[in-house]
């Protein structure tokens, strides 16, 4: 079945990085984009960019460009977000998403909290 | 970007009733590849992430019970709860997948009256 798994919680300082990843299986991992969407304490849900894991092309949201990189190992199926120069706002649940045509499979999420 | 708005921001409902839910976008949806409406419904319950239950406008996803159903084409399409359940609190969204960026509703709340 397919999984998608996430690394754990992070508590990070206002200026640092951090670094998600979403460990994949029960599918052929270089098929599918793999999108990152995040959601604030209370709010809705934000779309940050896609990677495709066989090629390794991305694209990201505009809000996010510069600061955001995708990334993927496809020694274990595994893609990263790493989100740079972190403020207060971008405290928030993390999640990779597969699309099949449509988003059909969330990981758990991870949670990032930023707080000097 | 297309602009997903969603009425109304909350709805209560007894239980059994329908509920419905509407979803608008800026512009045309529909995908360049085969014609169809691009978007989803997700439904989200506190603490979990969110779960589709319609794609393509009106495809029940596998396993969602058949009291949800989808409609709508070109800019305007509703999510149906024909006879509500307790289960059925939650959060919902709808989602654009035919452009990027991808975009989401702002969300409606759904409680039980």
């Known amino acids: 079945q397919v999984q998608l798994v996430q690394s754990g919680a992070e508590v990070k300082k206002p200026g640092a990085s951090v670094k998600v990843s979403c460990k994949t299986s029960?599918?052929?991992?270089?098929?599918?984009?793999m999108h990152w969407v995040r959601q604030a304490p209370g709010q809705g849900l934000e779309w940050m960019g896609w990677?495709?894991?066989?090629?390794?092309?991305?694209n990201y949201a505009p809000n996010f460009q510069g600061r955001v990189t995708l990334t993927r190992d496809t020694s274990t199926n595994t893609v990263y977000m790493e989100l740079n120069r972190l403020k207060s706002d971008d405290a928030a649940v993390y999640y990779c998403?597969?699309?099949?045509?449509?988003?059909?499979?969330w990981g758990r999420g991870t949670l990032v909290t930023v707080s000097s | 970007d297309i602009v997903m708005t969603q009425s109304p921001d909350s709805l209560a409902v007894s239980l059994g009733e329908r509920a419905t839910i509407n979803c608008k976008s800026s512009?045309?949806?529909?995908?360049?590849?085969?014609?169809?409406?691009?978007l989803s419904w997700f439904q989200q319950k506190p603490g979990q992430p969110p779960k589709v239950l319609i794609y393509?406008?009106?495809t029940r996803e596998s396993g969602v019970p058949d009291r949800f159903s989808g409609s709508g084409s070109g800019t305007d399409f509703t999510l149906t709860i024909s006879s509500l359940q307790a289960e059925d609190v939650a959060v919902y969204y709808c989602?654009?997948?035919?452009?990027?960026?991808?975009?989401f509703g702002q969300g409606t709340r759904v409680e039980i009256k």
């Open positions: 990677i495709h894991p066989n090629s390794g092309a991305t």
């Open positions: 989602q654009q997948y035919s452009n990027l960026p991808r975009t």
């Open positions: 029960g599918y052929t991992f270089s098929v599918y984009y």
């Open positions: 393509w406008a009106s």
């Open positions: 998403v597969r699309e099949n045509w449509y988003f059909d499979f």
């Open positions: 512009q045309s949806i529909v995908h360049s590849s085969n014609n169809k409406n691009s």
